[in-house]
Protein backbone atom coordinates (compact mmCIF):
# COMPACT_ATOMS: atom_id res chain seq x y z
CA UNK A 1 0.00 0.00 0.00
CA UNK A 2 1.08 3.70 -0.57
CA UNK A 3 0.10 6.63 1.73
CA UNK A 4 0.60 10.24 0.82
CA UNK A 5 0.46 12.46 3.47
CA UNK A 6 0.40 16.26 3.36
CA UNK A 7 1.69 19.34 5.19
CA UNK A 8 1.63 22.90 5.60
CA UNK A 9 -1.42 24.13 4.87
CA UNK A 10 -3.08 27.16 6.89
CA UNK A 11 -5.14 30.57 7.10
CA UNK A 12 -2.79 33.50 5.02
CA UNK A 13 -3.29 36.71 4.12
CA UNK A 14 -3.93 37.97 0.56
CA UNK A 15 -0.71 38.44 -0.60
CA UNK A 16 0.83 36.11 1.56
CA UNK A 17 3.24 32.41 0.84
CA UNK A 18 2.54 29.06 1.54
CA UNK A 19 4.70 25.89 1.17
CA UNK A 20 3.04 22.68 1.16
CA UNK A 21 4.69 19.27 1.59
CA UNK A 22 3.39 15.66 0.37
CA UNK A 23 5.69 12.55 1.07
CA UNK A 24 5.13 9.37 -0.11
CA UNK A 25 5.85 6.13 1.37
CA UNK A 26 5.12 2.46 1.16
CA UNK A 27 5.66 -0.20 -1.52
CA UNK A 28 6.83 2.20 -4.25
CA UNK A 29 8.74 1.08 -6.90
CA UNK A 30 9.26 4.10 -8.35
CA UNK A 31 7.07 7.26 -8.74
CA UNK A 32 6.16 9.25 -12.17
CA UNK A 33 4.46 12.27 -12.67
CA UNK A 34 3.66 14.42 -9.14
CA UNK A 35 1.14 16.98 -8.80
CA UNK A 36 -1.02 19.37 -7.18
CA UNK A 37 -4.65 19.18 -6.87
CA UNK A 38 -6.90 21.38 -5.41
CA UNK A 39 -10.70 21.65 -4.66
CA UNK A 40 -13.02 24.75 -3.45
CA UNK A 41 -16.33 24.82 -2.02
CA UNK A 42 -18.84 24.05 -4.60
CA UNK A 43 -16.25 23.44 -7.16
CA UNK A 44 -14.65 20.10 -8.95
CA UNK A 45 -10.97 19.41 -8.27
CA UNK A 46 -8.45 21.00 -10.63
CA UNK A 47 -4.78 20.13 -11.10
CA UNK A 48 -2.65 23.37 -10.74
CA UNK A 49 0.90 21.92 -11.36
CA UNK A 50 2.28 18.58 -12.40
CA UNK A 51 6.01 17.65 -12.10
CA UNK A 52 7.28 14.45 -14.25
CA UNK A 53 10.22 12.40 -13.09
CA UNK A 54 12.41 14.03 -15.63
CA UNK A 55 11.59 17.27 -14.69
CA UNK A 56 8.73 18.67 -17.05
CA UNK A 57 6.22 20.99 -15.22
CA UNK A 58 3.18 22.45 -16.34
CA UNK A 59 0.59 24.70 -14.61
CA UNK A 60 -3.04 25.69 -15.05
CA UNK A 61 -3.36 29.24 -15.93
CA UNK A 62 -4.32 30.79 -12.94
CA UNK A 63 -1.21 29.78 -10.83
CA UNK A 64 1.31 30.67 -13.51
CA UNK A 65 4.17 32.39 -12.36
CA UNK A 66 3.05 32.45 -8.66
CA UNK A 67 3.18 28.50 -7.69
CA UNK A 68 5.94 26.59 -8.22
CA UNK A 69 6.25 23.01 -7.73
CA UNK A 70 9.51 20.89 -7.19
CA UNK A 71 10.24 17.40 -5.61
CA UNK A 72 13.59 15.46 -4.35
CA UNK A 73 13.14 12.11 -5.94
CA UNK A 74 15.11 10.58 -3.13
CA UNK A 75 12.38 11.72 -0.70
CA UNK A 76 9.98 10.51 -2.66
CA UNK A 77 8.45 14.07 -1.75
CA UNK A 78 6.61 16.88 -3.47
CA UNK A 79 6.45 20.43 -3.17
CA UNK A 80 4.06 23.36 -3.59
CA UNK A 81 5.48 27.28 -3.04
CA UNK A 82 2.84 29.51 -3.26
CA UNK A 83 3.12 33.00 -3.44
CA UNK A 84 0.92 36.35 -3.89
CA UNK A 85 -2.26 34.20 -2.73
CA UNK A 86 -5.52 35.43 -3.20
CA UNK A 87 -8.95 34.49 -2.05
CA UNK A 88 -10.02 32.69 -4.72
CA UNK A 89 -6.75 30.20 -4.32
CA UNK A 90 -8.72 29.05 -0.77
CA UNK A 91 -9.26 24.98 -1.26
CA UNK A 92 -8.57 22.02 -0.18
CA UNK A 93 -4.70 20.59 -1.54
CA UNK A 94 -4.63 17.30 -2.38
CA UNK A 95 -1.35 15.88 -3.70
CA UNK A 96 -1.33 13.48 -6.50
CA UNK A 97 1.10 10.47 -7.55
CA UNK A 98 1.66 8.25 -10.28
CA UNK A 99 3.36 5.20 -8.44
CA UNK A 100 5.18 2.07 -9.67
CA UNK A 101 4.48 -0.85 -7.81
CA UNK A 102 6.21 -2.64 -9.42
CA UNK A 103 7.77 -2.85 -12.94
CA UNK A 104 4.83 -4.02 -14.72
CA UNK A 105 2.11 -2.57 -12.28
CA UNK A 106 1.17 1.32 -11.17
CA UNK A 107 -1.71 2.93 -9.88
CA UNK A 108 -2.42 6.89 -8.97
CA UNK A 109 -3.02 7.69 -5.62
CA UNK A 110 -4.21 10.76 -3.49
CA UNK A 111 -3.51 12.37 -0.23
CA UNK A 112 -5.85 13.17 2.65
CA UNK A 113 -5.84 16.75 1.99
CA UNK A 114 -4.58 19.94 3.38
CA UNK A 115 -6.48 22.98 3.95
CA UNK A 116 -5.33 26.52 2.92
CA UNK A 117 -7.60 29.26 3.71
CA UNK A 118 -6.41 33.30 2.18
CA UNK A 119 -8.45 35.63 4.20
CA UNK A 120 -7.73 38.97 5.79
Known amino acids: QVQLVESGGGLVQPGGSLRLSCAAS????????MAWGRQAPGKERELVAT???????TYVDSVKGRFTISRDNAKNTVYLQMNSLNPEDTAVYYC??????????????WGQGTQVIVSS
Open 26 to 33: GSIFSIDA
Open 96 to 109: NAHVRLTTRSSSIY
Open 51 to 57: ITSGGTI
